[in-house]
């Protein structure tokens, strides 16, 4: 099932989405949070995805990994429609790396231990191969020195990056940023988005939450602006912090951008 | 004012001492320990581990047979009680209802009624009064269950040189697995196969085990319990006051371990979970390697006091007649030699020792899983 329509993709389109939301609409028990969400994600594009809280907007990221389940709709994630079936699901969630507002290393394991877990029971990797990429991984995020430490012992903005070398570690396709500097100091936010910026410049593709506008103008490829669970505008940043369409964009812009 | 203090606290010891001296002398009491070595003139049914012989068997012995009888309902309390508790604790946070709900009635029914008559309910009211009399035995193989308890049969030496031969085999063999775990261990680092070395281990030692055994010609021996006039003779004995005691303490102790475990469980935060899942574990895996690990470090501290708590509460097998430190020392023998101080205090530093022995012990296991930070 899966690879017809993988096929059926590559003959239709030489450049397919990697990740393809379509109708997306789910409920938390009556509150209808995301409604007839459509969004196409191509390879190695940028999105940075803001809105008032509310808004739907984490909701939306934590759908494309199955933290949260969806009612209606499709979504499907490099060919792969996310269903109820399990083995499906751990396959995309090793795909699709993501980092949390609250950092989520496991405290009883080193910065490295942390790193290497995933990779040595998901994708059976050798102990030492293991060590070597996470090696080479903290040392993209500039904490090698770092790595026999626990993530107790770190700053705000160290546990975040290690959390991005964790996710890094997979190797993953898709990287999901659900406001991975909200948490944070402002002096520490600095340190996490110059390691987010040169993650995509890597080529990487990602998807962020975040309220840092000065990161989604600098990167983004495409501004995605949420309310009420809908997708009200969507513009690459120039066009979206300079000409904004609905008042509704206008309103948040002036909020966010003048406090 | 410390001073004061101080002259007060020390005259007021100085005081008790005076007055229990006193006490003792104008009753005629003179504490020694030269009873100790004098014939206990009573009988004590259950000593597996000291031979008891009524007319030989010393008031110091006596002693032993407590200690160890405390021991060994200790031991069996907190294994199983341990894996009693941890079943219903995760029973208790299942997502089926049903089966929540039972662990919930478990938990709540059974540390809430007092042990005391919990031991009395299972010993008079459930076993004594199932249980068939010796003549009508359950039987099951050698095994026979009765109201005196469970007869089984227990294995002794025939051959003492083969003997010898079949456990040093046997601990060749144990080097032989610790040797493979660590190659297992060692490969597995370099090259990410993982193997059931556990299964493996258990297979060789279980066909080095049996393959010698019948090579040397069975050096053990069984004693079979048969049945006498009154009960059954020979053979190990499980005698049922022991039974319903471990089954009392157990299910007791159990109600609270599995609260502990259940705490432990929801103290792990969601979003660990979600970062394992995230990252693609399984189910299995993110039990095994990150939601167990971080839960052990809340459920340890409190567990250690429960494990103390059984071993002082099996004190209460005075009810059902177990022949524990408290009834054959404190009660029996205190009874037949008036030497009540010094038996008392005996009992209390048993116990004493004993208590701080266990949470010496998981303190030190605690130590080892707790988390480090800064």
Known sequence: ?259 | MQVLVLTLVSFFIFSIYQTTVSNLVERGIQTSTSFFDDVAPFKIGFSPFLNFELGKTTYIEVFYIGILNTLLIAILGIFASTVVGFIVGIVRLSPNWLASKCALIYIEIFRNVPLLLQIMFWNFAVFLATLPPPKKSIEFGYIFLNSRGLHTPIPFIEDKSSFNAWVFILLLGVIFCILLSRWAKKNFEQTGIKRPIFIYNLLILSSIGFLSYYLLGGPLEFDVPVLGKFNFKGGGQLPLPLFSLWFALTIYTSAFIAENVRAGISSVSKGQIEAAKSIGLNRSQMINMIIIPQAMRVIIPPTISQFLNLTKNSSLAVAVGYEEIVAVWAGISLNQTGQALIIIAMTIIVYECMSLFTSFILNMYNRKVQITER
């Open chain 1, 1 to 259: 099932m899966t690879q017809t329509t993988k096929a059926k993709k590559v003959n239709l389109d030489t450049n397919p989405p990697i990740i393809k939301i379509d109708k997306l609409n789910k409920w938390f028990g009556k509150f209808h949070v995301l409604k007839d969400i459509d969004l196409q994600v191509n390879k190695t594009e940028k999105i940075v995805i803001c809105g008032p809280s509310g808004s739907g907007k984490s909701t939306l990221i934590r759908c494309i990994n199955r933290l949260e389940v969806h009612q209606e709709g499709s979504i499907v994630v490099d060919g792969t429609e996310l269903t109820d079936d399990v083995k499906q699901i751990n396959e995309i969630r090793s795909d699709v790396g993501m980092v949390f507002q609250h950092f989520n290393l496991f405290p009883h394991l080193t910065v490295l231990e942390n790193c290497t877990l995933a990779p040595i029971w998901v994708r059976k990797k050798s102990k030492m191969e293991a060590d070597e990429l996470a090696m080479d991984l903290l040392t993209k995020v500039r904490i090698p020195d770092q790595a026999k430490k626990y993530p107790g012992q770190l700053s705000g903005g160290q546990q975040q990056r290690v959390a991005i070398a964790r996710a890094l570690c997979m190797q993953p396709r898709v990287m999901l940023f659900d406001e991975p500097t909200s948490a944070l100091d402002p002096e520490m936010i600095k340190e996490v988005l110059e390691t987010m910026i040169e993650l995509a410049e890597s080529g990487m593709t990602m998807l962020v939450v975040t309220h840092e506008m000065g990161f989604a103008n600098k990167v983004a490829d495409r501004v995605i602006f949420m309310d009420e669970g809908q997708i009200v505008e969507q513009n690459d940043p120039k066009n979206f912090f300079n000409n904004p369409k609905s008042d509704r964009t206008k309103l948040f812009l002036s909020q966010i951008l003048n406090h």
